[in-house]
């Protein structure tokens, strides 16, 4: 595979040191690769994204083997068409270490035409620039924001050429959405900064080597690691916008949402959208930390009630009291229980409903009692 991929950029960064620097893009090597390979797969380009093709799931198990090469090993023989002095004495018994410098990994979904992607990628973006905060950034990027994170987390809607694309960006690590040529959705991982992730290896603690979770180093011997992580925080994003499609089937589930439940013989009240507890409980169950293992009564408990000391009876009240709201948001199939698990996850009917109403209470709710009172 590696005597297809293109070569692109390889050259002498630095004459003293002989630093080489390489930029590759897995769609114009997978492209080639498609062009040259046993089983021609057809497709239809448009700069960098893939607009069309005939048979997706073999033009994936192309794009999937490119991670898992031997980088090191085809870097080094690369570097012998760039670097002469690479064997002689000069450089003798030298090689390269291969770092990446950045790592971009996108997670494309091309649509028909125009007339269908416009109108999704509006109520998209109103939709993240509405509902997404700081714990829903850390939650598609693997991470938990507490109170020892030192770092900025930034969203900011900008306009380009191309269109309106939004980015969030966790210190030096983002993500971000745009469309590209109005046909194709594109949600991105961007990876600057690894070291924020983990990687199961071989390395030393207290001077003993262990296999364990270590940082994630910059060498591309890791790239699959690289694309494990950004493929999951993609995923996360995308399931996260998964409930934006079908405003009909939203709006029939609000409704249903808004009536009494009865759940294994016990009557539990309706969700209220215009009660500040209610909207407390559902900002608690649908932030960011819950997108990644689920969310547990403690956790929901210290979004409600904060953190602070308080006796064992008291402790003891909050924590049924939390127990039989997460039992009424389980009645209407807004969460479900994990299976084996004292924790709970936000169903996709669930990340619709709380999504509308979290929506509705902080764009149309406060406008229409300004314009009462006035």
Not at 106 to 129: E, G, I
Not at 243 to 248: H, K, S, Y
Not at 298 to 310: C, H, I, T
């Amino acid at each position: 595979m590696e005597k297809l991929l293109a070569r692109q950029g390889l050259l002498i960064k630095d004459f003293q040191k002989f630093a080489l620097k390489l930029s590759t893009e897995v769609d114009e090597s997978a492209k080639r690769i498609a062009d040259k390979a046993g089983r021609p797969c057809l497709y239809r380009m448009v700069e960098n994204s893939f607009q069309q093709i005939d048979d997706w799931d073999r033009a994936q198990e192309i794009a999937n083997e490119f991670a898992k090469m031997d980088w090191p090993l085809i870097l080094s023989e690369w570097a012998k068409t760039a670097n002469p002095h690479l064997g002689t004495s000069i450089l003798l018994n030298m090689g390269y270490y291969w770092v990446a410098d950045q790592v971009e990994y996108a997670t494309d979904t091309a649509f028909t035409d125009r007339n269908t992607l416009q109108p999704l990628y509006q109520r998209l973006l109103q939709h993240v620039m509405l509902t997404f905060g700081a714990q829903d950034v850390m939650g598609f990027l693997g991470r938990k924001l507490n109170g020892q994170f030192q770092g900025e987390l930034v969203s900011d809607l900008k306009d380009r050429w191309y269109g309106r694309r939004i980015k969030h960006r966790c210190k030096r690590n983002w993500i971000k959405m745009y469309d590209k040529q109005g046909v194709v959705l594109r949600v991105e991982t961007v990876i600057n900064q690894p070291y924020e992730f983990k990687v199961r290896r071989k390395g030393k603690r207290d001077g003993i080597g262990v296999t364990a979770w270590f940082p994630l180093p910059k060498g591309v011997g890791y790239l699959y690691r690289f694309a494990e992580v950004a493929q999951a925080a993609n995923l996360r994003y995308l399931e996260a916008l998964s409930m934006v499609d079908d405003p009909e089937a939203t709006r029939r589930a609000v409704r249903d949402a808004t009536r009494r439940k009865t759940h294994d013989g016990k009557r539990y009240s309706a969700i209220n959208p215009a009660s500040d507890r209610d909207l407390a409980l559902m900002r608690a169950v649908i932030c960011g930390e819950g997108h990644l293992h689920g969310f547990s009564n403690q956790q929901v408990r210290a979004q409600l009630y904060g953190k602070r000391d308080r006796s064992a009876r008291d402790m003891s009240r909050l924590r049924a009291k939390t127990g039989r709201d997460l039992k009424k948001l389980q009645a209407h199939g807004l969460i479900r229980k994990i299976q084996n698990s004292r924790k709970w996850r936000v169903t996709t009917k669930g990340h619709a409903i709380i999504s509308t109403f979290i929506k509705c209470h902080d764009l149309h709710y406060h406008q229409e009692l300004v314009k009462m009172a006035a």
